[in-house]
């Protein structure tokens, strides 16, 4: 208020300096004898009351503009005049003309001017005076109280003769005057009347005096009258918005109630939507000034969800752009408003940084309000910035919260990408001056697992970069930069990407800070060919997009890359190679086929083609002896000639000689007979072509494997390079690639000058030789199985060029050569079992996997090094001894289907004493199939029931797929969506690990992203479908057929398997695209829709839109139809699993009673093998498992569902034969019983944990229930405990004691308190129940008994803790007792150490003790009150007589 006081005498001080230095001035050029003439001419001098008496009590009145003269203190004057009314011979009428007086003498508009400022001092009292400011006249005759109340009447009554008037020559606003004579008075007669005096002049007058008057209102009132007067300014700022700043203003200076205080912020609330941008700053400082702990949280939610930062800010930005297309005046005038209007949020903000910063329930408040919404339509741009300001104030601590809650929020698609880069483009100043907070949480978010969470952190960078200064874009790259350096795999690929965006986008703007990235070469021994290629093309676009600018980066390119190439070590040459072709794909590229605008560009200078000419010959020159790198030198010239964009120059260069080359390279005549030594017998085979002329052509595969066999002595010599060009058939398919990309650019995707490749024969052997393989020499073996490993390749190369032909021979060809690839793997898998030590020729060259060779079935892998000889002969004699668990089994489970199991893990063959070996385990060595390969699905499916005669007419119409292609293609799908569409959040990043095999035969897929990748999946859902619904025909007319039976003939078992494949491949893939985890993403919903879509529309085909949670009903109902012709268990269960994320998905809650019902359907299913024997093994086990759990988690009442079982299931299997099973769950048989006993257990333990603890303050309702639900769960504990005696292997044991002992823990914790409040009103069910339950601890007790006499170690751990709460359960039963007041009905006895069937163990500390058979005394069953318990409180003191094995243990 002191503060306030000043302010606003500061006005009055400036008219009073000048008055008194104008007349100091004039009486400085008179004489002595002269000042007092001229004073005497100015003043006023008159016989009324007024006049006078104030000249007798020391006021003397002057004209014009000299200032009052006050001759005494100002306190002896008020005490004179007071004086001299009060003795007056007419008083008190003399109070009535004294203020006649004063009336007539201030209708002149100069004296009452002098009146209301300040006066001045007299020459005599200026030596004696020592008050430096002087009180207005008006000011002193307020402060007399019988003057008091008609002054002010006066001064009222004179306020609107001025209140209309202009500015006056003087300057002086009168108004503002009179008012400030209210200010500061020492005490006021009658408040409520100026009060009321006050708002009717407000009502009155206009804005700027209403604003003028508001604001004095504090240093006017007394405190007694601040609520009276809050109250009109509340309904006078409903009334009028433009009296907030000033209203708002003196309310923050009021003293008010509680009460009020918060109405007034209720209506203010009300009215902020409506509030201009200019006044919002002060509109929040009130909201947030006078916050309450207590009201913090509902205060900042109102808040905001009242500030609407876009509509205010909107209108200035629509003003600019606007304006832009007016004249340059106009536009800069609209720039200010809109500056003034950034100004104003970037007030607000500071506000708000002030209240958090200050007020610590204020930023708790703002975490809470933000964290309560729970959907992105809600959520605002304040929020993100107010997080910004919270993480700059906060502290360590607090910091992880804000990051915590803006990750989450991100997870569930709260807060998406739009809103930043409204936040970004709108408050552009606000954001930068929070940039540090900025760079940290985007370095916090892009460290997440989460995909969501990592790309929201991307864009922060990009957004950073893009908006903000030089500085700023320094620490962006800066940080992008260190990031690239980590050496975290995700964390490298998501920095790169970014990179690479701003250079596509901003190159000029980046090409400023290419020193920094730079950098990032010294880096890449930690880099993945693929973060390579992206390094390089961020690197080569800097350097080559702005000609000689960037020539200091062109020159460290070359050197780095030369170096690299003439690298002898096959790692630095392959970087070499990569970074080469990606900077010749940037000096090449085409932008004329980007910029529609520059079609009349000039193509690349010859400076440019030179040097690509150059380092495209270098790079030939130096990978041409070595096989491995030109074939990957093949194949990144074929990535970058698949794109597209190349200069035509460049293009011409590298398609000119690849075509000639391949042919004198790999293509030779066939010839009738052939001639040569190889290592084994030439023969020409797989030819589809009709006529076998001497003018066809051939592949020349044998021959040339031959030759480099023997010549070299090996297939690979790491470091020795001959002089000659190595003409390899490693590099057979990466040519090929090369040479039909060219191809298709060429002649813009038509392959018929290449056609004959698709369907000519290849030079290898007999293939009759694998059957005989065991016979040949090791050579001869190594050398067929190259072989058959370069002829897949060829044709899984060759299917990946012509599977887009529309042709139908081609098509044809291509299933044939499908057809060829699934019976070419079935050699190679008995040719590599005959082979052990094998390593395959390379065909992926862009990863280093020579140095992992795969598993080898008849043994553990051969290790290198010096104990490679003592591993074959141990290979040798281990072989045959090898069950179904080999390492080749259990390396990849993840990644094989359930028939994969059946048909294709090692195992023994008893007739001919084979060993089959696990062929995806050697997929590193296979040429990666293209995307485009799988719209081969749209093919019709023929199963060979539908096999006749007319096949061969029939195939020249309608091209079919075969179920063994169909097989091998859906394995490809299931395993690239696996690799790229990742359902959870859960991989954690490892420094520096390599991620080895799983990137390996991805190249080409990391082109795509998952988005991309997802789209595709969703375009091939209509086929999918299709033979979904084949396969789910099949198995129904086969069950219809054979009444449920499955024929066991062996043409039908193995179609039987293919088809049951083909279910299981179908199911998986539907699971991994709709568990994607970016479907949670805003911008993919539309993808989802539209998947959903396409099964919705199986189901029944609409002609309308479907809206959301309609199409998740009926892709829902769709899916649950096929449950009734699943095949395997596995099977069962990914369809189970398909359901539940299609409910998870779903908005509605409506599905958990359906997957509860459709997991038991399963579980009451038997599951028989085409064989007729029923499925087994671990696989099927762990599925059952994981199917019992759904059950479990998803029925209504676990713990009835778990008596079911129990009480129902297995009494039906203990009464049954030795292989049979129950007749309720058939899949509960005496092999599955450990499966179900663990998960019944599990969900027991966890369901009593979810059941709350007893309160006191329960009602009887709430107490009966719990004590209903735990009877039922002692119940169920107590079978399955008791199930022991019967089932009491070893692994039984352990699960009975581990969660027996959680239950009892959650029995002490959560039913106990229960039973202390229940006992009284349910004695009865109290006592019957801890009688049920103490039966099932007696069995606990003899299985500890048993588990020490059996010295088992794994099993004797879990006793210790579980005695400890057995004791514990006997006292705080008697503790439950004491409190009832009922201990005399506990009794304490010892219990005999017995095994599980309740034989005493009979030791020698047991027979020396003789009273130990008091423990099988039980109470009269006659007194209610009686409760038995069995423990040990002399445990500790007999424990030192006793034997350990037999000691004294409490129950």
């Known amino acids: 208020m002191v503060a306030k006081r000043r302010l606003s005498k500061s006005a009055d001080d400036h008219h009073e300096g000048n008055a008194r230095d104008i007349s100091r001035a004039k009486k400085s050029k008179l004489g002595e004898r002269k000042r007092t003439t001229s004073a005497q001419e100015g003043e006023v001098d008159d016989d009324t009351v007024f006049v006078q008496l104030l000249k007798t009590s020391g006021v003397i009145l002057k004209y014009g503009s000299q200032p009052n003269k006050l001759t005494l203190d100002q306190a002896v004057f008020q005490k004179k005049l007071c004086q001299a009314l009060r003795k007056h011979p007419r008083h008190p009428n003399v109070v009535q003309e004294f203020i006649s007086g004063l009336e007539s003498h201030i209708e002149d508009r100069d004296k009452f001017r002098n009146c209301l400022l300040p006066c001045g001092q007299s020459q005599e009292g200026e030596s004696s005076n020592t008050v430096s400011y002087q009180e207005s006249l008006i000011k002193l005759l307020l402060g007399i109280e019988i003057l008091q109340p008609p002054v002010m009447n006066t001064l009222f009554e004179k306020i609107p003769e001025f209140i209309y008037d202009g500015v006056p020559e003087d300057g002086i606003n009168m108004p503002r005057l009179i008012i400030n004579q209210f200010k500061w008075l020492d005490r006021i007669i009658d408040s409520k009347d100026l009060t009321s005096k006050t708002m009717e002049l407000i009502s009155v007058a206009p804005l700027e005096i209403q604003r003028d008057i508001i604001t004095s209102l504090p240093e006017i009132l007394e405190d007694a009258q601040h609520?009276?007067?809050?109250?009109?300014?509340?309904?006078?700022?409903?009334?009028?918005?433009?009296?907030?700043?000033?209203?708002?203003?003196?309310?923050?200076?009021?003293?008010?109630?509680?009460?009020?205080?918060?109405?007034?912020?209720?209506?203010?609330?009300?009215?902020?939507?409506?509030?201009?941008?200019?006044?919002?700053?002060?509109?929040?400082?009130?909201?947030?000034?006078?916050?309450?702990?207590?009201?913090?949280?509902?205060?900042?939610?109102?808040?905001?969800?009242?500030?609407?930062?876009?509509?205010?800010?909107?209108?200035?930005?629509?003003?600019?752009?606007?304006?832009?297309?007016?004249?340059?005046?106009?536009?800069?005038?609209?720039?200010?408003?809109?500056?003034?209007?950034?100004?104003?949020?970037?007030?607000?903000?500071?506000?708000?940084?002030?209240?958090?910063?200050?007020?610590?329930?204020?930023?708790?408040?703002?975490?809470?309000?933000?964290?309560?919404?729970?959907?992105?339509?809600?959520?605002?741009?304040?929020?993100?910035?107010?997080?910004?300001?919270?993480?700059?104030?906060?502290?360590?601590?607090?910091?992880?919260?804000?990051?915590?809650?803006?990750?989450?929020?991100?997870?569930?698609?709260?807060?998406?990408?739009?809103?930043?880069?409204?936040?970004?483009?709108?408050?552009?100043?606000?954001?930068?001056?929070?940039?540090?907070?900025?760079?940290?949480?985007?370095?916090?978010?892009?460290?997440?697992?989460?995909?969501?969470?990592?790309?929201?952190?991307?864009?922060?960078?990009?957004?950073?970069?893009?908006?903000?200064?030089?500085?700023?874009?320094?620490?962006?790259?800066?940080?992008?930069?260190?990031?690239?350096?980590?050496?975290?795999?995700?964390?490298?690929?998501?920095?790169?990407?970014?990179?690479?965006?701003?250079?596509?986008?901003?190159?000029s703007a980046m090409a400023v800070y290419a020193v920094f990235v730079k950098g990032i070469l010294d880096y890449m021994d930690s880099l993945s060919p693929q973060q390579i290629r992206k390094l390089f093309f961020v690197l080569s676009t800097l350097a080559f997009s702005r000609g000689q600018e960037g020539s200091h980066i062109q020159d460290d390119m070359h050197i780095v890359v030369r170096k690299q190439l003439s690298s002898t070590i096959s790692k630095y040459k392959r970087i070499g190679i990569i970074g080469a072709v990606m900077m010749v794909g940037c000096m090449a590229y085409d932008r004329s086929k980007i910029e529609s605008s520059s079609s009349d560009l000039p193509s690349m200078s010859k400076e440019s083609f030179r040097q690509a000419t150059a380092l495209l010959e270098l790079v030939r020159t130096c990978s041409e002896h070595s096989p491995e790198a030109a074939a990957l030198y093949y194949d990144e010239l074929a990535n970058l000639v698949q794109k597209g964009n190349l200069d035509p120059q460049v293009q011409e260069l590298i398609g000119r000689s690849v075509l000639d080359d391949f042919q004198e390279d790999f293509v030779v005549d066939l010839l009738p007979e052939t001639y040569g030594k190889y290592l084994l017998p030439l023969k020409s085979m797989y030819n589809l072509d009709d006529e076998e002329s001497e003018g066809g052509i051939v592949i020349n595969l044998l021959p040339l494997l031959s030759n480099s066999m023997i010549s070299t002595g090996f297939e690979r010599a790491p470091g020795k390079q001959g002089t000659k060009k190595r003409i390899s058939p490693v590099s057979l398919a990466s040519f090929f690639r090369l040479l039909r990309f060219c191809e298709e650019v060429q002649h813009n995707g038509n392959l018929e000058e290449i056609d004959a490749l698709l369907g000519c024969p290849l030079y290898v052997t007999n293939m009759e030789l694998v059957e005989k393989a065991e016979s040949l020499s090791k050579q001869e073996r190594e050398l067929l199985c190259s072989l058959l490993f370069h002829v897949l390749n060829w044709f899984r190369e060759v299917v990946n060029a012509f599977c887009k032909q529309r042709d139908t021979e081609m098509k044809g060809k291509v299933l044939l050569r499908l057809q060829n690839i699934t019976q070419l793997q079935v050699l190679l898998e008995k040719c590599i079992a005959a082979t052990p030590g094998y390593v395959p020729p390379l065909a992926n060259f862009d990863s280093e996997i020579t140095e992992v060779p795969p598993t080898v079935a008849p043994a553990a892998t051969a290790k290198k090094g010096k104990k490679d000889q003592k591993g074959k002969k141990k290979q040798k004699a281990e072989g045959n001894k090898n069950s179904s668990t080999d390492s080749s089994q259990t390396e990849e489970p993840a990644e094989e289907s359930q028939v994969q199991a059946e048909n294709t893990q090692v195992k023994e063959n008893t007739e001919e004493g084979k060993v089959f070996v696990n062929l995806p385990n050697y997929r590193a060595y296979f040429r990666e199939l293209d995307t485009d390969v799988f719209f081969v699905l749209q093919c019709g499916l023929v199963t060979k029931s539908l096999l006749d005669t007319e096949l061969h007419t029939k195939v020249t119409e309608v091209v079919q797929l075969g179920s063994s292609e169909l097989v091998f293609l859906l394995e490809d799908l299931s395993r690239k969506l696996d690799y790229m569409l990742v359902a959870t959040a859960s991989k954690k990043m490892l420094f520096l690990k390599v991620k080895g095999d799983r990137d390996v035969g991805f190249s080409h897929l990391r082109q795509m992203t998952p988005q991309q990748l997802a789209q595709f999946a969703v375009e091939l859902l209509n086929p999918l479908c299709n033979h979904l619904e084949n396969a789910h025909n099949y198995f129904q007319v086969m069950m219809a057929d054979n009444n449920g039976v499955v024929d066991v003939l062996g043409a039908d078992v193995?179609?039987?398997?293919?088809?049951?494949?083909?279910?299981?491949?179908?199911?998986?893939?539907?699971?991994?695209?709709?568990?994607?985890?970016?479907?949670?993403?805003?911008?993919?919903?539309?993808?989802?829709?539209?998947?959903?879509?396409?099964?919705?529309?199986?189901?029944?085909?609409?002609?309308?839109?479907?809206?959301?949670?309609?199409?998740?009903?009926?892709?829902?109902?769709?899916?649950?139809?096929?449950?009734?012709?699943?095949?395997?268990?596995?099977?069962?269960?990914?369809?189970?699993?398909?359901?539940?994320?299609?409910?998870?998905?779903?908005?509605?809650?409506?599905?958990?009673?359906?997957?509860?019902?459709?997991?038991?359907?399963?579980?009451?299913?038997?599951?028989?093998?085409?064989?007729?024997?029923?499925?087994?093994?671990?696989?099927?086990?762990?599925?059952?498992?994981?199917?019992?759990?759904?059950?479990?988690?998803?029925?209504?009442?676990?713990?009835?569902?778990?008596?079911?079982?129990?009480?129902?299931?297995?009494?039906?299997?203990?009464?049954?034969?030795?292989?049979?099973?129950?007749?309720?769950?058939?899949?509960?048989?005496?092999?599955?019983?450990?499966?179900?006993?663990?998960?019944?257990?599990?969900?027991?333990?966890?369901?009593?944990?979810?059941?709350?603890?007893?309160?006191?303050?329960?009602?009887?309702?709430?107490?009966?229930?719990?004590?209903?639900?735990?009877?039922?769960?002692?119940?169920?504990?107590?079978?399955l405990v008791n199930l022991v005696k019967v089932f009491d292997s070893r692994p039984v044991l352990g699960v009975c004691l581990k969660h027996g002992r959680l239950f009892i823990e959650s029995f002490l914790k959560q039913g106990m308190p229960l039973l202390d409040y229940s006992f009284k009103k349910h004695r009865d069910d109290v006592q019957s129940l801890l009688k049920t339950l103490q039966l099932s601890t007696r069995q606990l007790h003899h299985m500890c008994g048993h588990t020490k006499l059996n010295q088992d170690t794994n099993l004797t751990n879990h006793v210790p803790l579980l005695k400890k709460l057995l004791e514990l359960f006997v006292y705080r039963v008697k503790a439950m007792l004491t409190i009832n007041k009922c201990q005399e009905a506990f009794w304490l006895g010892n219990l005999k150490n017995r095994d599980l069937q309740g034989e005493e163990i009979v030791s020698q500390g047991s027979q020396q003790e003789s009273g130990g058979d008091e423990e099988s005394q039980l109470p009269d069953d006659d007194s209610d009150e009686e409760i038995e318990e069995d423990g040990s409180c002399e445990s500790d003191t007999k424990k030192a007589t006793m034997d350990d094995d037999e000691g004294s243990d409490s129950d």
């Open 227 to 507: 609520n009276d007067i809050a109250k009109e300014l509340n309904s006078l700022l409903q009334q009028n918005t433009q009296l907030t700043v000033p209203i708002l203003d003196a309310l923050s200076s009021l003293n008010l109630r509680a009460e009020l205080l918060v109405e007034v912020r209720h209506s203010v609330m009300s009215t902020l939507s409506a509030v201009k941008l200019g006044d919002l700053p002060v509109v929040v400082k009130f909201i947030l000034h006078a916050i309450r702990a207590a009201d913090a949280v509902e205060v900042i939610t109102e808040l905001r969800k009242n500030l609407e930062l876009e509509s205010c800010v909107l209108p200035s930005q629509l003003q600019a752009s606007q304006d832009k297309r007016k004249q340059k005046s106009a536009t800069g005038s609209s720039m200010n408003q809109e500056d003034s209007g950034h100004d104003c949020v970037a007030i607000m903000f500071d506000v708000i940084k002030a209240a958090v910063r200050f007020q610590k329930a204020t930023a708790e408040a703002w975490i809470k309000a933000i964290e309560s919404v729970d959907s992105a339509a809600e959520h605002k741009v304040i929020d993100l910035l107010v997080l910004l300001i919270l993480h700059t104030t906060s502290t360590s601590n607090s910091k992880k919260q804000v990051e915590k809650l803006l990750r989450n929020k991100i997870r569930l698609g709260h807060v998406r990408d739009q809103l930043l880069q409204v936040a970004f483009r709108s408050h552009a100043l606000v954001v930068r001056e929070y940039f540090p907070s900025v760079l940290s949480l985007a370095q916090t978010l892009l460290r997440s697992p989460d995909a969501s969470v990592v790309s929201f952190g991307s864009q922060m960078y990009k957004q950073a970069f893009l908006m903000f200064d030089s500085y700023c874009q320094q620490e962006v790259v800066g940080a992008l930069v260190t990031h690239v350096c980590s050496g975290f795999t995700a964390e490298v690929d998501v920095s790169l990407d970014v990179l690479t965006d701003l250079v596509s986008h901003s190159s």
């Open 1054 to 1279: 193995k179609e039987h398997q293919q088809m049951a494949a083909c279910y299981q491949l179908l199911l998986q893939i539907l699971n991994t695209l709709f568990a994607w985890c970016g479907f949670a993403q805003h911008e993919n919903r539309k993808l989802l829709k539209s998947a959903l879509s396409v099964l919705a529309n199986r189901l029944k085909a609409g002609d309308g839109e479907l809206e959301l949670e309609e199409l998740f009903r009926q892709t829902f109902r769709y899916l649950q139809n096929f449950h009734s012709s699943i095949p395997r268990c596995a099977s069962a269960l990914t369809l189970t699993q398909l359901l539940i994320v299609i409910a998870a998905r779903s908005p509605d809650n409506q599905y958990k009673e359906k997957i509860a019902s459709i997991a038991r359907g399963f579980l009451c299913q038997s599951w028989v093998l085409p064989s007729g024997e029923k499925e087994k093994g671990i696989k099927y086990n762990e599925a059952l498992q994981t199917l019992l759990c759904i059950y479990l988690k998803h029925t209504d009442d676990v713990l009835k569902s778990v008596e079911e079982i129990a009480g129902v299931g297995i009494p039906e299997l203990l009464n049954s034969t030795k292989d049979g099973n129950s007749v309720t769950f058939p899949t509960l048989t005496r092999q599955t019983f450990l499966v179900f006993y663990r998960v019944m257990m599990n969900e027991l333990d966890k369901s009593v944990k979810d059941i709350p603890a007893g309160k006191e303050s329960d009602s009887a309702e709430v107490q009966v229930e719990k004590l209903l639900r735990w009877n039922v769960a002692v119940r169920d504990f107590h079978i």
